[in-house]
């Protein structure tokens, strides 16, 4: 099977231009949502963040942050925080990963993780992940986002 790489944002749609006020004449166009994803172990994450291979391109907009968990985050705190920088707070903070199985982080009800996740902003943004302990857990991380939506 073969890949195909695009360098900008891909966006589809059949009606590009509104000409009417009736479905089929207002425009329809749309982003794709795109994916990336990188194996975590609890061990590599805990101490200092660790840099994912994960980046976000400039002016996006983050639509899930998901952990498949295969091995349960062990110790005594089974959490982990995801962000933009070391301090690894920035997009979710002390998410629980003590079971195996799909995890969803969000922002919360706090506002300037929230603000992240609407735009990551102008400069492209690589992905830090921080467990609150050392342990035995893995898991599969996978942030999707709407390339440079908010060009």
Not at 60 to 72: K, N
Request: glycine fraction near 8%; charge should be negative.
């Amino acid at each position: 099977m073969s890949i195909t790489t695009f360098t900008g944002p891909i966006k589809a749609g059949d009606v590009l231009n509104t000409t009417g006020t009736t479905a089929g004449t207002i425009k329809n166009v749309g982003f794709a949502e795109m994916a990336q994803t990188v194996a975590i172990t609890q061990a590599t994450t805990h101490t200092t963040a660790l840099a994912t291979t994960i980046v976000i391109p400039a002016n996006s907009h983050i639509t899930s942050i998901q952990f498949l968990t295969s091995v349960a985050f062990t110790g005594a705190a089974q959490t982990i925080s995801i962000g933009t920088s070391a301090t690894s707070t920035e997009l979710v903070s002390a998410l629980s990963l003590v079971a195996v199985g799909l995890a969803v982080g969000t922002p919360g009800t706090d506002a300037t993780r929230t603000l992240k996740w609407t735009n990551v902003g102008t400069s492209d943004v690589i992905i830090y992940a921080l467990s609150a302990n050392t342990g035995a857990g893995v898991s599969d991380l996978i942030v999707r986002y709407l390339q440079a939506e908010n060009a």
